[in-house]
């Protein structure tokens, strides 16, 4: 079972990055892989998927709290791992726990290809388990980021960035171990990774 990865990144691909580890080259299945950037050395969480049509896969996380999210997720009945990182893509691990908590269906819906009922399903599947993984929502995010994410988010999507490349500048931001940044702060760090995307 390979449970990490740390090595540098030498391709960022559409859906993958290939990580180089002591001259071996994994491709890994990521969330988003535009959060990535070339030659940068990363450790991933990962899982190794098996699939009877396509052999081994494997999936990386940045956090070991999204790589339990996900393994949680893709027990559920109808979810596999391209929709588990679809989930993650579109949502923060913090909506995620909050959705389920909250039993809100509709933040679930937002992702593509999970419909209300699917999402209630999902709900009732992961309640206790989410809670007996030890996943809280203090455990899913640091520096302080999300406590003004929200409505980053939310200013970010009024200028016509997409759920993805909100996504993105999340994950930029939130390497950068900025101790309680401020709303400002935050919103001006992700415009900067944004604009460079372009």
Not at 36 to 56: A, C, M
């Amino acid at each position: 079972m390979i449970n990490q990865l740390k090595g540098f990144v030498s391709e960022v691909q559409e859906s993958c990055i290939v990580l180089v580890v002591s001259g071996i080259g994994f491709g890994v299945f990521v969330s988003l892989p535009s959060s990535f950037s070339k030659n940068q050395e990363i450790l991933l969480y990962t899982v190794l998927h098996w699939s009877q049509d396509n052999g081994p896969s494997l999936y990386g996380f940045s956090t070991s709290t999204e790589k339990a999210l996900f393994e949680l997720v893709t027990g559920c009945s109808g979810i596999g791992p391209k929709m588990g990182l679809a989930i993650l893509r579109d949502l923060t691990p913090q909506e995620i726990v909050e959705a389920v908590d909250q039993e809100d269906s509709s933040i679930l819906s937002k992702v593509s290809g999970i419909g209300v009922k699917k999402a209630e399903h999902m709900i009732v599947y992961l309640k206790h388990r989410i809670a007996s993984k030890g996943i809280f929502l203090g455990d899913t995010v640091s520096g302080g980021v999300s406590l003004n994410w929200k409505e980053v988010g939310q200013a970010l999507r009024s200028l016509g960035y997409s759920q993805a490349e909100i996504q993105g500048a999340r994950a930029f931001v939130q390497k950068q171990n900025v101790d309680k940044p401020s709303f400002d702060e935050l919103l001006r760090a992700a415009l900067s990774f944004l604009s460079k995307k372009v």
